[in-house]
């Protein structure tokens, strides 16, 4: 398997888990259970899972009057976009 297969399923494995758990934190929050850390919800975003997060604000109604995810999500999809696309043109 060669180095880009490992990263598209790494990237497809960490978006998939931060759709995930972004829906599993709305159903905890609307059940008044134990939260998952906002430190951990941003970290998905920041190791590659930027798009799964940004989907599970959307799909899930989940953070997104929070500033920290309004703003913040975008901008680190914005940052690994451009990173993308550097990579890519070098």
């Keep these: 398997m060669s ?3 490992l990263i598209i ?3 497809i494995a960490i978006n998939v888990a931060a759709f995930c758990t972004y829906g599993i ?3 905890k929050a609307k059940k008044s259970l134990w939260r998952i850390r906002e430190t951990a919800l941003l970290g998905l975003a920041v190791l590659g899972g930027s798009v799964g997060a940004w989907l599970g604000m959307k799909v899930w109604h989940h953070k997104t009057q929070h500033k920290k995810f309004k703003y913040g999500i975008p901008i680190i999809l914005a940052v690994q976009i451009a990173l ?3 990579f890519v043109t070098v």
């Design 3 to 5: 180095a880009i297969q």
């Design 9 to 11: 399923i790494y990237l």
């Design 25 to 27: 934190d709305k159903w």
């Design 84 to 86: 993308v696309l550097y």
